[in-house]
C-alpha cells in the first residue's frame, strides 16, 4: 500500500486560496507605508491638524501592520493543518 | 497530554485573547488619555513593550525546550521550541516595526544604532537563523540539534536588551514598569498596558499550541507514510 501525495496535494495546492490573502495583505501593508511616507511632507506644515493627521497614520500603520504579522501566521498554521490533516485523512 | 486536549486549549486562550484584543483597542482609543508630551503616537506603546514581553517570553521558552532536548532527545520538544521561535520572530517583528514607527515621530528618525535597537535587531536575525540551520544540514536530526544550540547562545541576548539602556547612553526610553521601584506610570495607561499584555500573551499561547499540536500530527503522518500506511485514513501505530 503505497500513498501517492504528489498529485492530489499538486492539485489541492493549485486551488489554494492563500496567494490571494497573502497577496491582500501584501497590498495592505504597502498602502499603509505608503500613507506613511507620502505624509512625511506634512512635517513642513506647522498646522497642528496636519501634524495630528501624520501621528495618526504611524499609530495606524503600526496596529495595522501587527495584525497582519499574526493574521497571517495563523493562516500559515491552519494551512500545515489543512494539509496534514488531509495526509492523515487519505488522498482522492 | 493528548492532541484533542491541546487543541481545546488553544481554542480557549484563543477566545480569550480575542477577547482582551477587543477590551484593550477599545482603552487604547476611545479610553486611556493621551500622553501629555508624546501624544497620539504614544499609544503605540500598548502594542510594543507588549510584544516585546511576549517575543521575549517566547525565546525563553524556545531556549528551555531546546536545552532539555539537547539533554533528553525528546522529538516534542525540538516541535514545542520550533513553534515557540515561529512566534517570537512573529513578536519580534512586531516590535521593530512598531518601534520606528514611533521612533520617527518621537525622536525624529526611522533607526538609531543604538544599544537596545541593535541588541533586539540582532535577537531577530539570531532567530532567523535558527530555521535556516534546522535547515541547512543533509540529516534533519543534526539540524535540529544545530538550531537548539543557536536557539539556546539567542536566549543569552534577552537580559542583555533588558539592561543596555541602564548601562549606555540611549535614545530609547528607560523602563517605566519593570523597574525595581515599581512601575512608573499613570494607573490607567498600566492598566492599558496589562489588559494588552494579557491579549498577546493569550494569543501567542493560543498559536504555539496549535502549532505544536500541527507539529505533532506532522510527525504522525511521517511515520505512517514511512510505514506504508499514510493515506489510507488509518490512525497507524
Wanted: a positive charge; one cysteine or more; hydrophobic letters at 55%.
Amino acid at each position: 500500500m503505497t500513498f501517492d501525495r504528489s498529485a492530489s496535494i499538486r492539485e489541492r495546492g493549485a486551488r489554494s486560496l492563500l496567494p490571494v490573502p497573502v497577496a491582500m495583505a501584501a497590498l495592505g501593508a504597502l498602502l499603509i507605508v505608503a500613507g506613511v511616507l507620502l505624509s512625511e511632507p506634512a512635517m513642513a506644515q506647522t498646522t497642528d491638524q496636519a501634524r495630528q493627521m501624520r501621528h495618526f497614520w504611524h499609530v495606524f500603520a503600526a496596529y495595522a501592520i501587527a495584525w497582519i504579522l499574526l493574521f497571517g501566521w495563523v493562516v500559515s498554521i491552519l494551512k500545515r493543518l489543512r494539509r496534514v490533516e488531509e495526509r492523515l485523512g487519505g488522498g482522492e | 497530554m493528548s492532541l484533542a486536549k491541546i487543541r481545546a486549549g488553544s481554542l480557549v486562550l484563543g477566545v480569550i485573547g480575542v477577547g482582551l484584543t477587543l477590551l484593550f483597542h477599545w482603552q487604547v482609543f476611545f479610553w486611556v488619555p493621551t500622553e501629555a508630551s508624546l501624544g497620539i503616537v504614544q499609544r503605540i506603546f500598548y502594542i510594543h513593550v507588549p510584544a516585546a514581553w511576549v517575543g521575549f517570553l517566547a525565546f525563553g521558552i524556545v531556549a528551555l525546550c531546546s536545552a532539555i532536548y539537547l539533554w533528553l532527545g525528546e522529538e516534542k520538544l525540538d516541535q514545542a521550541a520550533r513553534a515557540a521561535a515561529e512566534g517570537g520572530v512573529i513578536f519580534t517583528t512586531i516590535v521593530l516595526i512598531s518601534g520606528p514607527l514611533w521612533a520617527r515621530i518621537s525622536w525624529g528618525t526611522w533607526w538609531t544604532w543604538e544599544a537596545r535597537l541593535t541588541l533586539t535587531l540582532l535577537l531577530w536575525f539570531i532567530y532567523v537563523g535558527y530555521f535556516m540551520v534546522r535547515n541547512a544540514t543533509d540529516s534533519p536530526e543534526r539540524g535540529k540539534k544545530f538550531a537548539a544550540v543557536v536557539g539556546i547562545v539567542g536566549a543569552l541576548n534577552i537580559p542583555l536588551i533588558h539592561v543596555s539602556v541602564l548601562w549606555f547612553r540611549s535614545l530609547h526610553p528607560q523602563p517605566v514598569v519593570a523597574r525595581v521601584d515599581g512601575p512608573q506610570l499613570d494607573p490607567a495607561m498600566l492598566t492599558v498596558l496589562l489588559t494588552a499584555l494579557g491579549a498577546w500573551t493569550a494569543l501567542f499561547f493560543s498559536l504555539f499550541l496549535l502549532r505544536y499540536a500541527t507539529a505533532q500530527l506532522e510527525a504522525r503522518a511521517d511515520r505512517l507514510q514511512a510505514a506504508g500506511y499514510a493515506g489510507q485514513g488509518l490512525s497507524g501505530p
